[in-house]
């Protein structure tokens, strides 16, 4: 059946946020005296629920929380949220689709209320009919509010498409019974990707081709 319903990741699918998860986090290792990870390294490692990835990294829950953790690591990236942009062709993108008649929802792991100011911010929640992030700053998994956005949606699962740029996008479109395709340009490698079984394409313009076809 025809895509009817797109619902798109945000951080790293639509913002270009990789550089700057990196260096807030190497920031924090530093600080602890730990070893820096490199873009590739962070690409294979990340993961969620980010509380096994900051294990994986070096931090010591025995010595601090993962909560104190993870609320630094977002008051870090908060504060230079101003410095990332969107991935290239994100805006000719939506636009195209929306003016096809694709219905575009966003589902993130972002807090919520930061996610609307941020879409407002970068003038692309103009193309959104849902926009759905999570309640808490401790990304610790998306599928409860992905299977509450799709059924949310007056749509047969058929005619729904999730994009993302990580594993988990993949596992979210898996246990809730919809189609999913991925783009490389994010926060997992394209060889990650294709082992979770997605396809992989390496830029929204061949996303944008593919949903057009």
Known sequence: MKIKHIIWDYNGTLLNDVELC?????????????KLISVTDYREV?????????????????????????QNFID???????QTYLQKNVLETLSNLGQKGFIQHILSARLENELIIETKFF????????????????????LEN?????NSIDAEKSEIILIGDTTHDCEVAHEAGIKAIAVSHGHHS?????????????DLK????FLLK
């Open 190 to 202: 394209c060889e990650r990707l294709q082992k979770c079984g997605f396809e992989v394409y390496k």
């Open 46 to 70: 990340f993961d969620f629920p980010v509380k096994d990835y900051y294990q994986k990294v070096g931090f010591d829950f025995s010595k601090e929380s993962f909560e104190e953790i993870g």
């Open 206 to 209: 061949e996303i944008e081709a």
């Open 146 to 150: 992905g299977i509450k956005l799709i």
């Open 123 to 142: 003038n692309i929640n103009r193309y959104f009919d849902k926009i759905m992030g999570l309640n808490n700053n401790y990304a610790t998994s998306k």
């Open 76 to 82: 870090r990236y908060n504060q230079r949220i101003n």
């Open 22 to 34: 990196v260096e807030v986090i190497n920031e924090m290792l530093s600080i602890r005296n730990k």
